[in-house]
């Protein structure tokens, strides 16, 4: 019964540094999403996917890239990363129009980039 | 340009008395309206949504309102309980994507 998990939880990179967050659900949801969340800020999404082999830009998708290539997991990249990008990422998935089913969201991963 | 905005960025309510969390929107186009509950360390959970077609949904001890016209939605929580206690969220859902609102922090007080 996991749900939706994202790994790591926490990281510290460098400035320029790259890395990738795995998300993975297993609730057989077609849509996938990545948000981030700043302080005094609601959830922004960077990234979506509306099934296997589908990626699609959301609010603010300069400096990651993602990957789905198995229905059940959602790549995020950052090729170089920057001090702008610290944040909360959080990964979550759907059944359907999010309007009507809602999302299930992981716990999230703390990023720091110094 | 903040197209869902939580203005009260915190509320305190007694045990056992009616919380009230508003949310207003810009955008006339918005689907659906959604209130999401976090925790610290956890992801949002979803707590109850609304049609754009409809005024009220009500699920337990939490009901939403949506008045078109105003471009304002509510959740009323009744009875509070101090596990309410959690930052709430209003998202409004068009064309794959959830607009969110900045949250506002309940806190129920015994």
């Known amino acids: 019964n996991a749900g939706v998990t994202q790994t790591p939880k926490f990281r510290v990179l460098k400035t320029g540094q790259s890395m990738t967050l795995l998300c993975a659900q297993d609730m057989n949801h077609e849509y996938m999403y990545w948000y981030r969340q700043d302080p005094g800020m609601g959830l922004r999404l960077i990234h979506y996917s509306v099934g296997e082999g589908t990626t699609a830009k959301g609010e603010v998708p300069d400096g990651y890239n993602v990957s789905r290539l198995k229905k059940q997991n959602f790549l995020l990249g950052l090729e170089s990363a920057a001090p702008s990008q610290t944040s909360v990422y959080f990964c979550?998935?759907?059944?359907?129009?999010?309007?009507?089913?809602?999302?299930?969201f992981g716990s999230g991963t703390r990023l720091t980039v110094v | 340009d903040q197209q869902v905005k939580q203005n009260s960025p915190s509320l305190s309510v007694q045990e056992g008395r009616i919380s009230i969390l508003n949310c207003d929107y810009t955008n006339s186009m918005f689907d659906y309206f959604l209130w999401y509950k976090k925790y610290p360390a956890e992801g949002p959970t979803f707590l109850i949504s609304?049609?754009?077609i409809k005024d009220k949904n009500e699920d337990g001890r939490f009901t939403v309102f949506l008045n078109k016209s105003a471009k304002h939605l509510s959740l009323h929580i009744v009875p509070s309980q101090p596990g309410d206690s959690a930052v709430y969220f209003c998202?409004?859902?068009?064309?794959?994507?959830?607009?969110w609102g900045a949250g506002t922090k309940l806190i129920i007080k015994p």
């Open positions: 609304i049609s754009s």
């Open positions: 979550a998935s759907s059944y359907g129009a999010a309007g009507m089913y809602g999302y299930t």
């Open positions: 998202a409004a859902y068009s064309n794959y994507q959830l607009i």
